[in-house]
């Protein structure tokens, strides 16, 4: 009897457990292969990096550069350390401080280059966090040191300061009578909520702060509606700074809900149309500019592999794959606009890929200037409670929703998009911002200068075409040649829609000449035979050879007590 049950039960088991296993395969193969596609190694991984930093001897040779190109790196890095110090003594009192007491300064300050030279960097090349005044393109430190803002407010900044401070500035005047009085709306409420479904193609509104919160609150509409859980976001892309969104380094818990698959995958695909519990797919379309990789923050240039590149037509493709799957399966497909809205067209990703999606959030420019959070999304996803079961709702509130000066500020925004001057700065765009980019390209080749732009629009990102590991020096010469970044360095430079010919020129001449400098000082010098990898293995050895020195000190350090 046993030798009939045994292989009919092993049978069953098999039946069983066979999907569920194909499913696991199916998810695994659907991961992009670097660690932004395995967010629970990387997170363990980080958390293995021992800090260590490089001292005097070795900060300027960490590439075996003869003692000659040492000594000129060495010799202008102290240039740089004086002329700092004495153009800005009053910014950089103000900054050092108020550091302590500044919790966000302190990290900021600490990742702004890879850590080993992170330290010594502090020490000597410190960066003001205060500025007094902005001046259209231009931004003025507490000294009167004025630069071209490239930061681009995280992506705020798109029109321009003046256009902002003009936003805030009439938002105020329209709400002056109601005053900051929360829970009833001022009448521009109504009419910025009519803007934004025209603009999204979409039925409804809801207002939040933040953009992380408008996500968070699209995922969650997401889940009560489908009834299911899984959330699907795509490797190396931002979606604030939410647990479910943001698995891996970074995050010290690990949400048991979110899959991070590749994007631009036919196994991500496959995935979408076999699963039954996906509620939601976020999009982040500026990752266009870099598919499955993260924000290039300078703390991570560590050699020049760095790749960006935009194939709109590939992507818009992807999208539409996308689209057509979670039509079929029932899955909502959310787009995360808070960084790209406005940005790449007015209609946003979009219009700009021409593929509508049931959920979109915005933020950020969408305030005129002050904080804010959207969501946009068909009225059956967007509706927060069950008729049929009226306890069952899907909570959202926030105390600062609606705020009647954000939402006049976000009138004056949404009624600017209108103007004529306004719209003439989307015409033709891409084609003006991608020439841009081609000429400064060009003249940095022409040069013999080892760096170039890639860019989507007005998002841009500065490469490497040399094998180095002193890529992220550049933001100190652009800095110095008057040129200013956000604290992410080289990876991210974000020009408003107010560079004319004239500024852009100005902006050229400067990133070319602080190129110029840089290569003339050494730190691109480079071995003949060193490659990307190669640096990656020098990195790896040192972080092995300083695990094992920790090690062996363990047992010591525990003797000692
Ligand atoms: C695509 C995207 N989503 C969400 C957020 C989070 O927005 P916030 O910083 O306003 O919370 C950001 C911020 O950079 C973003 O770029």
Not at 56 to 83: K, L
Not at 103 to 121: C, G, I, K
Not at 162 to 168: L, R, S, T, V, W
Not at 330 to 338: A, T
Request: some cysteine; glycine content about 8%; overall charge positive.
């Amino acid at each position: 009897m046993n030798s009939i049950v045994a292989p009919l039960v092993a049978l069953a088991l098999l039946a069983v457990a066979a999907p569920a296993a194909k499913r696991r395969l199916e998810l695994s193969r659907a991961k992009h292969g670097s660690l932004t596609g395995h967010t629970r190694w990387a997170r363990r991984l980080a958390g293995l990096i021992p800090g260590y930093g490089y001292d005097e001897q070795h900060f300027f040779n960490t590439d075996g550069a003869p003692s000659a190109i040492a000594t000129s790196r060495s010799a202008a890095f102290a240039r740089m350390s004086e002329t700092i110090r004495a153009r800005s003594p009053r910014t950089l009192a103000a900054t050092a401080d108020a550091q302590a007491a500044i919790s966000d300064l302190q990290f900021t300050a600490a990742y702004r280059v890879p850590f080993q030279f992170s330290e010594y960097v502090r020490q000597h090349l410190p960066v003001g966090a205060f500025v007094r005044a902005t001046d259209r393109v231009m931004v003025e430190d507490l000294d009167g040191n004025r630069r071209y803002d490239v930061s681009g407010s995280y992506g705020v900044n798109l029109f321009g300061h003046e256009f902002y401070k003009g936003c805030i500035d009439e938002g105020v005047a329209l709400v002056r009578d109601l005053g900051p009085l929360l829970g009833s709306y001022h009448p521009c409420v109504a009419e910025n909520a009519k803007r934004l479904c025209a603009i999204s193609g979409l039925d409804e509104v809801s207002f939040h702060m933040s953009g992380t919160e408008a996500v968070m609150q699209a995922v969650r509409l997401a889940r009560y509606h489908t009834r299911r859980r899984k959330l699907v976001r795509f490797s190396g892309a931002y979606h604030g700074w939410w647990d479910d969104v943001q698995p891996g380094p970074g995050n010290p818990a690990t949400p048991s809900h979110t899959f991070t698959l590749a994007e631009m995958s036919s196994a991500t695909l496959r995935v979408l149309r076999s699963r039954r519990d996906i509620a939601c797919v976020l999009v982040n379309p500026l990752q266009a500019l870099h598919p499955n990789r993260s924000a290039p923050g300078d703390s991570t240039l560590v050699n020049s592999a760095r790749r960006a590149g935009v194939d709109r037509d590939a992507y818009a493709q992807w999208l539409r794959e996308l689209r057509e799957v979670c039509t079929a399966r029932g899955i909502v497909l959310i787009f995360d606009e808070v960084f790209v809205g406005f940005r790449l067209a007015p209609g946003g990703a979009q219009e700009y890929f021409g593929v509508r999606a049931d959920l979109v959030t915005y933020g950020k420019t969408l305030g005129g200037g002050l904080p804010v959070g959207a969501l946009c999304g068909r009225s059956d996803l967007m509706k927060r409670f069950r008729n049929e079961r009226p306890a069952d709702i899907c909570f959202a509130r926030g105390t600062f929703n609606s705020h009647p000066y954000v939402m006049g500020a976000m009138s004056a925004f949404l009624s600017r998009l209108d103007r004529s001057e306004i719209r003439a700065l989307y015409a033709d765009m891409d084609a003006r911002w991608d020439a841009r980019a081609a000429a400064l390209n060009k003249r940095l080749e022409d040069a013999d200068l080892p760096v170039r732009v890639a860019n989507l629009a007005t998002i841009w990102t500065v490469l490497y075409t040399r094998p180095s590991r002193y890529n992220w020096m550049f933001q100190f010469y652009l800095r110095a040649a008057g040129v200013g970044l956000s604290w992410v360095g080289t990876g991210r430079l974000i020009f408003s829609l107010d560079y004319g010919d004239a500024e852009f020129d100005a902006v050229t001449e400067r990133f070319v000449a602080a190129a110029r400098s840089m290569l003339n000082d050494g730190w691109w010098w480079c071995a003949p035979n060193l490659t990307d990898k190669g640096i990656g293995r020098t990195i790896a050895a040192e972080l092995m050879a300083q695990i094992v020195r920790r090690l062996r000190f363990l047992p010591s350090a525990a003797s000692g007590r």
